[in-house]
């Protein structure tokens, strides 16, 4: 793409430019004619707010005329300006760098300018599971996070799970690697990440050995560059283990037994034999033990539930 203001035809491309979020981008700007350097004057602006992304004049890049949001981004290829090319080199792009740039090139005799679209520059996506998680206490579970695949690991500053009703640090990514000792006391050597997976932007959580009080609002948020983003995940309705239905059923049991035994002692308590004397006997020895064993038993096993998940060894 060019642009003739007055003789001088200035160059650039004709397509729009897309780029990943906090990557960096060359926005051309050329000539083909050889300009003398006595009186040159390059600059690049925007076009939706006329805001000075950089400046060169009097032989060199003038820095400090530049908008604050591009100071320390946006740079000229100093070496090339001699021949001609006045691109612009602009990193760590922004979302908000979107939009349209002229570059204008003023010689002693002529000028031109000339225009470059950044399209889209890829944000920073987050996804997280679209339905509440449930599982049975005792169970291994997975809490998804996905951050988009064209944002690379090494872009990514940090990602971190957090349980956001107790505010508490379940497990943290830091400078390409998991730092597990950060996590807290309630989660350590129960957490981890699919290691293989992080390249492909996978950092779902693996929580092992779930417990009651596990319950709740999970965030997991990832830093790239100056932004940042997230997804939640909700773990709820944590279901019975087996053990847990087994003391269900016998606690049932032994109130259905009573019942039983109530009933059948009233039916033999209606006849006067000997027989119905010593059977309604047994079924009062049965009604004053049976449903205690059973309840003794259900309380066991509870109380072994209890002890067995709270001081379960984890696993690496």
């Known amino acids: 793409m060019g642009k003739n203001v007055s003789g001088l035809i200035v160059h650039s491309l004709a397509d729009p430019l897309v780029a990943p979020l906090g990557s960096s981008v060359v926005l051309p700007c050329y000539v083909d004619e050889h300009l003398l350097m006595e009186g040159l004057e390059v600059e690049w602006r925007r076009t939706d707010s006329e805001t000075l992304v950089h400046l ?9 005329a530049q908008q604050q949001d591009y100071h320390d981004r946006a740079h000229f290829f100093t070496d090339e300006i001699q021949h001609g090319n006045f691109s612009l080199h602009l990193a760590n792009l922004r979302a908000e760098d979107e939009g349209r740039y002229t570059c204008k090139v003023y010689s002693q005799l002529d000028s ?26 005792g169970e291994d579970v997975t809490l998804n996070c996905s951050v988009d695949s ?3 690991p090494e872009h990514i500053e940090e990602v ?31 957490v981890e990440f699919f290691t293989d997976e992080i390249p492909k932007g996978n950092f779902s959580l693996r929580l092992k050995s779930v417990r009651s009080e596990d319950k709740g609002v ?26 847990h239905i087994m003391v269900l059923i016998l606690c049932i049991s032994a109130s259905g037994s009573v019942l039983l035994l109530c009933c059948l002692m009233y039916c033999r308590s209606l006849n006067n034999d000997t027989t119905a004397t010593k059977y309604v006997r047994t079924l009062g020895f049965l009604q004053a033990f049976l449903p205690n064993i059973m309840m003794f038993v259900a309380f066991f096993i509870w109380g072994f539930i209890e002890v067995s998940y709270e001081h379960e060894p984890s696993e690496i």
């Open 56 to 64: 060169y004049k009097n032989g060199e890049s003038q820095g400090q």
């Open 218 to 243: 999970y965030m997991c948020q990832v830093f790239a560059g100056r932004v940042s983003a997230n997804a939640t995940a909700v773990l709820e309705q944590l279901g019975f283990s087996v053990l």
């Open 150 to 152: 064209h944002i690379t």
């Open 112 to 137: 031109g300018e000339t225009l470059v679209q950044i399209q889209d520059v890829e944000r920073l996506l987050v996804s997280g599971p679209d339905v509440s998680i449930s599982a049975f206490v």
């Open 160 to 190: 971190s799970w957090k349980k956001t009703d107790e505010d508490i640090l379940v497990l943290l990514y830091q400078n390409n690697e998991t730092l597990s000792d950060s996590s807290d006391e309630q989660y350590r050597d129960r």
